[in-house]
């Protein structure tokens, strides 16, 4: 079971390096709790050896970060990132939308299922080896690099935008490519701002200036920045916001799909603690390439 070399912050903000298809290193959490992986794994709590167990399991399951990899899938929940850009694509909102996912570093798809497959099990992609299973079904002409894989959404949106596409989706974890996205190519790009945990003060105010879709992830900065804003909000646990008119309506219409309605003021499960990065700045402080579709998925072996 080969693959290269992946690296991941993901389950709890936790640092994992996968090597040829072998968990290698795992970090320590820096959540003690997380209700998505509560609810849908059992989780009461985090630490380096469940998050070991998880991405084994995943790397059995589904071939992650390997030349196994299954890369095609329908919706594995209900609601997150991945499944309001699928979906999007599958209704013609959107014409493609550019991700990043193991194996292929930063891609442009237009394939919901492929999309789903990609990226519905997938958070917090720091670093990627090629892999070929994956280069095949996307195409090379449709990543940046097919020998390195580069992580760099801001050429993502370029090639997206080269490629004639009207409209289409970007996933950002920099307050800053969210930026220069936005002043690019204006009302034709998506921006959906994730992996957000570790966005300052700043970051915070830049994200909502400049996306459509938010994700909380477990960043304290982000919560508070929403209760500023006039934005519609999805759910009670790892919240998803949308900032824009159209980032609403593609929020609402995921909702109204599976029979949800926005989220009313109610009781909250949040990850503990909540992460309030930094004291200053307009930036991030974790690095530019980190990248994630933050579904609200998570998989236990059998």
């Given at each position: 079971m080969?693959?290269g070399r ?10 994992v390096?996968?090597?040829d298809?072998?968990?290698v ?5 820096e ?6 992986f509560?609810?849908l ?11 070991r ?17 299954v ?13 309001i ?6 209704r ?23 999309l789903?497959?990609l ?14 299973v ?5 195409g090379?002409?449709?990543?940046l ?6 992580l ?11 490629k ?26 998506l921006i959906v ?5 570790h966005v300052?003060c ?16 477990a960043?304290?900065?982000?919560r508070?920045e ?6 519609l909000v999805?759910?009670?646990k790892?919240?998803i916001y949308g ?37 200053r700045?307009s930036g ?8 994630s579709?933050?579904s ?7």
């Open positions: 080969s693959g992946h690296v991941y912050q993901t389950l709890g903000m936790t640092r390096v996968i090597e298809g072998k968990v290193e795992v970090g320590e959490p959540l003690e709790f997380c209700p998505l509560k609810k794994c059992g989780m009461d709590s985090l630490s380096a050896e469940k998050v167990e998880n991405m084994e399991f995943r790397i059995r399951d589904f071939g992650f970060c390997t030349e196994d990899r890369v095609r899938a329908p919706d594995y929940v209900t609601f997150g990132v991945s499944e850009l699928s979906t999007a694509l599958e013609g909102d959107l014409d493609a939308a550019v991700i990043a996912a193991d194996g292929c570093g930063t891609a442009v798809i237009t394939e919901p299922a492929l789903q497959g990226c519905g099990r997938i958070s917090g992609l720091v670093e990627t080896s090629p892999l070929k994956v280069l095949d079904a996307v090379r002409d449709n990543v690099d097919p020998e390195t894989v580069p760099d959404m801001v050429r993502g949106a370029d090639l997206a935008a080269s004639g596409y009207s409209s289409f989706a970007v996933t950002v974890a920099n307050p800053d490519d969210a930026e220069t996205i936005r002043g690019r190519y204006g009302d034709r790009a701002g994730v992996h957000t945990s300052t700043g970051g915070a105010a830049k994200l909502f200036d400049s996306c459509d879709i938010i994700t909380a992830c960043s304290g900065r982000t508070a929403a209760e500023r804003r006039d934005v999805a759910g009670n790892i919240q900032v824009t008119d159209i980032g609403r309506r593609l929020v609402l219409q995921k909702l109204e799909s599976i029979g949800k309605a926005p989220y009313d003021g109610g009781a909250k499960e949040e990850p503990r603690p909540l992460i309030f990065w930094g004291d700045g991030v402080g974790t690095s530019r390439l980190i990248q579709l933050w609200s998925a998570c998989w236990r072996a059998p």
